[in-house]
């Protein structure tokens, strides 16, 4: 799988872990930065790679930041693209069967990196469950304006 990460200052640490992991599972990993913990703007390196997921240049995304809500909100601005949030397994695991997402956000700053390695692993690991969901999932998309 083709994966796009992009990450501000905060999660630059994270990013790099999550990297090395993707890579060692076999993944292609498309890496839009930051690359350093100096600060930056995280919507410079959220947008490409949410961009990457838009047109199918990556199957899918993960970005990060300190909370992870910014990244989630600038990511859910590019059509076809759902990106959760996830703090916890559930959440991650919850977002790929009812919500399809191919992209997720990490807070740097609100998980543990143990954890957020684990939430990055469920989440490759699950799938969508389709059914009623596929209905949910059609509606959001054609309400886009």
């Not at 970005?63 to 949030?85: H, M």
């Not at 969508?128 to 999932?137: L, Q, V």
């Given at each position: 799988m083709k994966i796009a990460l992009g990450t501000d200052h905060a999660g630059y640490l994270y990013k790099e872990a999550i990297k090395k992991m993707l890579t060692e599972m076999g993944h292609e990993v498309v890496d839009f930065g930051t690359n350093s913990e100096e600060s930056v703007d995280y919507t410079d390196y959220i947008q490409p790679a949410a961009?990457?997921?838009?047109?199918?240049?990556?199957?899918?995304?993960?970005?990060?930041g300190g909370s992870?809500?910014?990244e989630?909100?600038?990511a859910n601005r590019f059509r076809g693209v759902r990106c959760a949030l996830c703090w916890n397994l559930d959440t991650a695991k919850l977002g790929?069967?009812?919500?399809?997402?191919?992209m997720?956000?990490?807070g740097a700053?609100?998980?543990?990196?143990?954890?957020?390695?684990d939430i990055?692993?469920?989440?490759?690991?699950?799938?969508f469950e389709g059914g009623?969901?596929?209905?949910?999932?059609?509606?959001?998309?054609e309400n886009l304006d």
């Amino acid at each position: 799988m083709k994966i796009a990460l992009g990450t501000d200052h905060a999660g630059y640490l994270y990013k790099e872990a999550i990297k090395k992991m993707l890579t060692e599972m076999g993944h292609e990993v498309v890496d839009f930065g930051t690359n350093s913990e100096e600060s930056v703007d995280y919507t410079d390196y959220i947008q490409p790679a949410a961009r990457a997921v838009m047109t199918g240049e990556a199957d899918r995304g993960i970005v990060l930041g300190g909370s992870g809500n910014g990244e989630a909100i600038a990511a859910n601005r590019f059509r076809g693209v759902r990106c959760a949030l996830c703090w916890n397994l559930d959440t991650a695991k919850l977002g790929r069967e009812h919500n399809d997402a191919n992209m997720i956000s990490l807070g740097a700053r609100q998980v543990a990196l143990p954890l957020a390695l684990d939430i990055v692993r469920t989440w490759l690991k699950t799938d969508f469950e389709g059914g009623r969901h596929e209905r949910r999932i059609r509606k959001i998309d054609e309400n886009l304006d």
